[in-house]
């Protein structure tokens, strides 16, 4: 029987990566991830990036951003609800709206404003922070401002003088005293409001978020506060300035039967309020729309079980429908799509730098160190091996471990007598997972094995700072090695982090079926960098991430093609410095160089060090705190830093 090699294509099926890529991943026939940010366009070789960034001295971690994704996200949702009011002869528009919560990077918002292409995007803001920095920026005539969140009376204000700007703030309700507030605001400065009211609905959205609606909701109006804000607003003459019924039913919704759910009751709501304050132009359906983590195209968390186009359609479809039963005019469409605009445009890309490897075990036991009875109970055990007792031998093992725990804290096991225990029951485990591969009928509680018996690769990131949601919420994202794709995988293995902290891992990771506790990798060559890559963490993570262990925001690189289709990087955000982090949590850097120098002297007088070692001491300090908070690793090609090497800095490198 022959035994076909790998292929590029068998490591595309392993990874998935033709489900949760949407088109702008692939692997090319180098074997490496290729990314086409640009549709027909030429593709860019993602591990080329990466060995360009090192040779230029750009240290990994890498962000890496492509800006032609995310104007392709939104062009693909223009496009989606264009086909489906062309399909249903909807006379309304559609105006993209980005929630710049999802990610509030300068550069982001930039690009993302951009990326409405002669449509328009809308900014949406949810606190007085984000609010100002869209002010800074947001420079379309009469683009659409959406204030949503909890208010104050300065947030008001300034949300409604955005309108001298040229610009169309909507301030929505979300909890009925600000409507007040709004009142009193707009009298003050003379203008006349446009008000959002959000509505709680009561059917739920699916997926994790589910919990954003429905009756424990935190943010909304119930019905009655609708009907009564209308009513109050009607009796100040101020009826006329209900423009927006807003709703927002969660993050990521992976089921389109829950999306027409809460469309329906909300698209009933919209002709009621019309009904009242016929002044009403805006449904604003919020968030949700979903992202393909897995690529699974499921109702599983990470996954979503329609398209953009169905998406769409039902939005469209209920509203038209509501609308039409009782001749209303068709409402202007906004959706804040922030998740499905973002999420694929980065990249984090690591470097593994060492690898605890379950190593291969030997056919025959290693000689006991003593003749204790139960060593040698095992000893047996491992010689005897074969595909009909493994079973049972697994089960005899997991007894002796135990008895060898017991004998050992009562001191009847020394410490080398243990270690062989220990080794050769790793190894005994091991044997016994290869005869599993081959049974036709696989006992459950074998299953176990896979957990125990995987490599760890230990990588240059902290998942609190890049992937927080993975820790916090144990949301999947596609990983895999961005090249040697043309190789099998022939590792089992799980991610750790720089961080000391155990749940700096990543052992869950996406799959058909559900979740896969591990990841195949291939073998570490500690000659060779391997990289890997962290992909769809556009939306949410960059803001949500910490400093936990004072890890901080990673270097960051915004790609473009250029007129030839080249790649060409465009711009360089340097990530952090430890004296920046420190700065975070309160130490200066005068006061770091002081009670360093306090600590020489002390050291010098004392006789403990040289005045020669205190000078290199102070150096190799004040160089460090000018450096990346990430591990220099030095690369085994030899790539040299110049800017994020603290040393090459000292010496004006
Ligand atoms: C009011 C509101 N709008 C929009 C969004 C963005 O949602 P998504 O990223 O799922 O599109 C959110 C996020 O939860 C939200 O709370």
Redo the contacts with the bound molecule.
């Keep these: 029987m022959s035994i076909e090699p790998w292929n590029i294509q068998k490591s595309a099926e392993q990874y998935r990566i033709e489900g949760w890529g949407a088109g702008y991943f692939k692997i090319n026939e180098a074997g490496n991830v290729s990314v086409t940010p640009e549709r027909d366009r030429p593709a860019v070789d993602l591990f080329n990036i990466v060995e360009d960034l090192v040779r230029r001295g750009i240290k990994p971690p890498h962000l890496i951003r492509f800006n032609g994704i995310l104007r392709q996200r939104a062009q693909g949702i223009y496009e989606s609800f264009d086909k489906a009011m062309a399909e249903f002869e909807y006379k309304g528009k559609y105006i993209l709206t980005y929630?710049v919560?999802?990610n509030q990077q300068r550069q982001v918002v930039d690009a993302v404003r951009k990326a409405g292409n002669g449509r328009g995007m809308g900014l949406?803001v949810?606190s007085k922070p984000e609010l100002l920095a869209v002010l800074s920026m947001h420079d379309m005539p009469k683009g659409l401002l959406l204030c949503?969140g909890y208010k104050d009376y300065q947030f008001i204000e300034l949300a409604l003088m955005a309108s001298k700007l040229g610009l169309r703030p909507i301030i929505t309700v979300e909890q009925f005293y600000e409507l007040e507030t709004i009142i009193r605001a707009s009298e003050a400065i003379g203008v006349t409001p446009e008000i959002g009211l959000r509505m709680n609905p009561t059917n739920r959205g699916a997926g994790r978020?589910a919990g954003?609606a429905g009756e424990n909701a935190k943010?909304g109006l119930a019905l009655y506060e609708i009907v009564e804000a209308v009513k109050q607003l009607k009796a100040r003459g101020m009826g006329h300035c209900v423009k927006l019924l807003?709703f927002?039913m969660?993050?990521?919704i992976t089921s389109i039967n829950a999306i027409k759910k809460v469309m329906k009751e909300a698209a009933r709501v919209y002709t009621e309020l019309h009904r009242l304050c016929p002044s009403i132009e805006f449904l604003d359906v919020?968030?949700?729309?979903?992202v393909d983590y897995d690529g699974s195209c499921t109702n599983f968390d990470s996954s979503m079980n329609y398209t953009t186009d169905q998406y769409a359609r039902d939005v469209v479809w209920e509203i038209s429908a509501a609308c039409e039963e009782l001749s209303i005019p068709h409402p202007t469409i906004v959706s804040?799509?922030?998740?499905?605009?973002t999420a694929h445009h980065a990249v984090l890309v690591t470097e593994v730098m060492d690898v605890a490897e379950v190593p291969e075990p030997p056919s025959t036991p290693d000689i006991p160190p003593s003749d204790d009875d139960k060593l040698r109970d095992l000893s047996i055990l491992y010689r005897d091996l074969n595909l009909k007792n493994c079973h049972e031998v697994f089960s005899d093992a997991l007894s002796l471990r135990e008895e060898f725990l017991q004998l050992f804290v009562q001191g009847q096991l020394s410490i080398e007598e243990r270690a062989y225990a220990e080794r050769t029951l790793r190894n005994l485990f091991t044997r016994i997972n290869q005869l599993k591969s081959t049974m036709k009928y696989v006992p459950e509680d074998l299953d176990v094995l896979e957990g125990m018996l995987k490599d760890t690769y230990f990588c240059n990131f902290s998942v609190f700072q890049s992937m927080l949601d993975h820790w916090a919420i144990e949301q999947l994202f596609p990983i895999m090695p961005i090249h040697r794709l043309a190789a099998q995988p022939t590792r089992r293995a799980i991610i750790a982090d720089l961080t000391c902290d155990s749940d700096g891992k990543i052992d869950k990771f996406i799959d058909l079926k559900g979740v896969q506790r591990y990841i195949d990798l291939h073998p570490y060559k500690s000659d060779q960098p391997y990289y890997i890559g962290m992909f769809l963490i556009g939306?949410?993570q960059e803001c949500l991430g910490n400093l936990h262990n004072l890890f901080g925001d990673t270097n960051v690189v915004h790609v473009e093609l250029d007129d030839l289709g080249n790649p060409r990087i465009t711009s360089i955000v340097e990530g952090d410095t430890i004296k920046e982090v420190l700065g975070y949590v309160q130490y200066t850097q005068e006061d770091l160089i002081h009670g360093v120098h306090t600590q020489i002297d002390r050291a010098v007088h004392q006789g403990t060090m040289t005045p020669e070692d205190s000078a290199k001491f102070m150096q190799r300090f004040k160089e460090s705190l000018s450096g990346y908070t990430y591990l220099l690793w030095e690369s085994p090609n030899g790539a040299s830093a110049p800017f994020s090497d603290p040393i090459k800095i000292a010496q004006g490198a």
């Design positions: 929630p919560k999802v949406e949810g949503n978020w954003s943010f807003h927002h969660g993050s990521q919020g968030g949700g729309l979903g804040e799509s922030g998740r499905a605009l939306a949410y």
